[in-house]
């Protein structure tokens, strides 16, 4: 065979090129492959972790609007929705707990969720029942 780095004729059984020792027992398009395929890989993980991104931030936006309803709660229906909203967070981040890089994000979601929950309901009753 020819070295494909300088082109001289070379043993077909030889790993380096004796001329200018370049690795000839891999085949070039082997490594181009190889090269493509970790390049896709690395591109799939970097779109899913952009998208576990999104969706944290989707969720942890969900129960800071749940929490913030209950500051401009002055309607039942919007009670109603910030309880809906934590009740959706919460889920979510209940979902995602047993992932430990997120433990402290999921955390702090359900922190907000049922904060965001609890006050609604008390919202709720208090303006049912007592107004
Ligand atoms: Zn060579």
């Known amino acids: 065979m020819y070295c494909r780095n300088c082109g001289k004729s070379i043993n077909d059984k030889a790993s380096y090129c004796p001329y200018c020792q370049t690795r000839v027992d891999i085949k ?7 090269q493509n395929e970790m390049e896709l890989k690395i ?13 944290n931030q989707s969720i942890l936006v969900c129960a800071i609007l749940s929490l913030v309803t209950v500051f ?15 009740l959706i967070s919460l889920i979510f981040a209940l979902l995602t707990i047993k992932n430990k890089e997120r433990l402290k994000y999921s955390t702090l979601i359900i922190a907000f969720s049922i904060a965001g929950i609890l006050s609604n309901i008390c919202w709720l009753i208090f303006t049912l029942w007592v107004l």
């Open 43 to 55: 591109e799939e993980v970097l779109v899913s972790q952009n998208n576990e991104l999104k969706t």
């Open 28 to 34: 070039m398009e082997e490594i181009i492959e190889k």
């Open 72 to 86: 401009i709660a002055f309607h039942e229906i919007i009670m109603i929705a910030g309880i809906v909203l934590g």
